[in-house]
């Protein structure tokens, strides 16, 4: 494992030495890292920015080999990376496993996508030269690369949202190369798919620059990365705080650019009375949501929305049976570990609050282990103060008990943007809540029926972003080929000869790619 800075295809150590450490046992693992410095960040962000030239212009199906070469570079690294994940970030095998299935699967998604290359929405208008009273112009318009990307790996998907996850590949299948600025908790892991990428790079010659890790155990090396100006667009996984630093630093620039940060999700479930009435118990198997890999999730299911009844006393009687019986679990770091600790804690201390379940099985075996918990708060008492509405990261959850129906309505209308809005619903009742189902559109970006919000799908369709604070911009997701879009603009080419034009815009097609042309969809 190479543990030096990634700079284009040359390994480069400069800053102050640090190592991971094992969030389940507290100590440090051997690989020694050194901290990029600001000539390292310097040097990748102006090598990425050449390599922008000519890797912007690489066809669709050069950038498609390119990707699924660097899935089988990750599946040839073996269980080296898994148990090397598993070091850093505490986190259990088979979900690791999982994940590094999920990573090569999204790479090969998108080379898919750029082998079938109608994802750039080609428009044709082609000229009307006698069309009165004024003719009508050759106008052609497309989507192309906006420029170099920086990358913030993220804490709980040590792949899935890391070196090679779903914005790094996103954006090196849009055409812009990629500085990645890894996760301290999980360098080695960084390391061993920045190597597998780089290994891909040179194997189809890719331009130099193409591709770049830097590490740092500090916030220095990600500023200058975001202020450099080379840098076009910036993507990151991780707390509130830490994304809106990130926005103001970018619209601070002499030249603002796009920030995609994903940032706090409750992620409310609403459990209507049929639902509760036909089957509580089966609708307190949410407590797997709740607390798998200690509930560091996203999607997370933070807030439970119901109106008191006797069938909500069944569920709560289901769900703290299941509560108890879950086993503490490693969270991904000490930092996280006293955060949850902390906020939880507050909650458990605060006199409007009560403790409806929680975990009795603490594993003595290793640190930093998360304990579940639910809550239960009054309506009235939730709304009375913001608090109650942010995000816990870990595995706790509040229940949020309304008076009646309209109560209810009043909690939902109170909530801010989130990545996903779920509702438990007997099909009879859903007509008499429409007024609240209505509003979980205008709430998240997913909204699920008789279904838990983890188990986020890749695909086409998927929309994994949401009205502020869960991203920073609702009209993209970060998940799914739709994720491609956050590193494009269109540019439009106005009566320009055929030989010059792209691929893309030509007459006839010679992509085989859908367009719209002259309003009706074509191939």
């Not at 995609?260 to 036909?278: D, Q, R, T, Y």
């Not at 003595?364 to 990261?393: C, H, R």
Request: proline share 5%; with cysteine; hydrophobic share 40%.
């Amino acid at each position: 494992m190479e543990t030096q800075n990634l700079i284009g295809y040359q390994y480069i150590q400069s800053g102050k030495a640090f190592r991971a450490v094992n969030p389940a046992t507290g100590s440090e693992l051997d690989a020694e890292f050194n901290a990029a410095s600001l000539q390292d960040a310097d040097k990748a962000m102006q090598l990425a920015a050449q390599a922008f030239e000519t890797y912007s212009l690489t066809g669709g199906k050069g950038k498609a080999a390119f990707l699924r070469s660097i899935a089988e570079e990750i599946n040839a690294i073996g269980d080296t990376l898994i148990h090397q994940a598993m070091a850093e970030s505490g986190l259990p095998e088979a979900r690791l496993q999982g994940e590094r299935g999920r990573t090569t699967g999204q790479l090969n998604m998108y080379a898919n996508l750029l082998e079938e290359g109608s994802w750039v929405d080609a428009v044709i208008d082609t000229a009307i030269p006698d069309r009165t009273p004024l003719p009508r112009a050759d106008i052609r318009k497309m989507m192309v690369p906006i420029g170099p990307a920086v990358v913030f790996g993220a804490s709980n998907f040590p792949m899935a949202f890391s070196v090679a996850g779903g914005d790094t590949c996103s954006a090196l299948a849009s055409g812009c190369p990629v500085v990645v600025k890894a996760h301290p908790a999980h360098p080695g892991t960084g390391a061993l798919v920045g190597e597998a990428i780089k290994k891909a790079a040179q194997k189809h010659g890719m331009p130099e620059g193409v591709f770049s890790l830097l590490y740092d155990d500090g916030y220095t090396i990600g500023e200058a990365l975001v202020k450099h100006p080379k840098t076009k667009i910036v993507t990151f996984t991780g707390s509130l705080k830490g994304g809106m630093a990130l926005v103001k630093m970018a619209q601070d620039r002499d030249e603002p650019i796009p920030v995609f940060a994903e940032m706090g999700s409750i992620n409310p479930v609403i459990l209507l009375p049929k639902a509760l009435e036909k089957r509580a118990e089966e609708l307190a198997k949410l407590s797997a949501a709740i607390t798998t890999n200690a509930g560091q999730f996203c999607t997370q299911p933070g807030l439970l929305l119901a109106v008191r009844s006797v069938a909500l006393g069944k569920f709560k009687t289901a769900l703290a049976a299941a509560i108890a019986d879950v086993n503490s679990a490693t969270m991904l770091t000490p930092g996280i570990c006293a955060n949850f600790n902390k906020l939880s804690g507050d909650m458990l201390a605060d006199s409007n609050v009560e403790v409806i379940a929680k975990s009795d099985k603490l594993n003595t075996d290793y640190i930093n282990q998360g304990i579940a918990v639910v809550t239960q708060i009054s309506a009235s008492a939730f709304l009375a103060d913001e608090k109650y509405k942010e995000e816990i990261f870990g595995p706790y959850t509040m229940l949020v008990v309304a008076d009646d129906k309209a109560q209810l309505e009043q909690v939902v209308d109170s909530l801010h943007g989130q990545l996903t809005a779920s509702i438990m619903a007997e099909k009879e009742e859903l007509p008499q809540y429409k007024s609240i189902t209505d509003k979980l559109a205008k709430l998240a970006g997913r909204v699920i029926l008789n279904g838990p919000p983890t188990g986020v799908e890749v695909g086409n369709a998927i929309q994994h972003g949401g009205p502020y604070p869960s991203t920073s911009d609702s009209r993209f997701t970060s998940v799914g080929t739709g994720a491609i879009k956050r590193f494009v603009r269109p540019v439009c080419w106005q009566n320009w000869e055929q030989d010059m034009l792209p691929e893309e815009l030509k007459d006839g097609n010679p992509l085989g790619i859908w367009r719209l042309v002259n309003g009706e969809m074509s191939k």
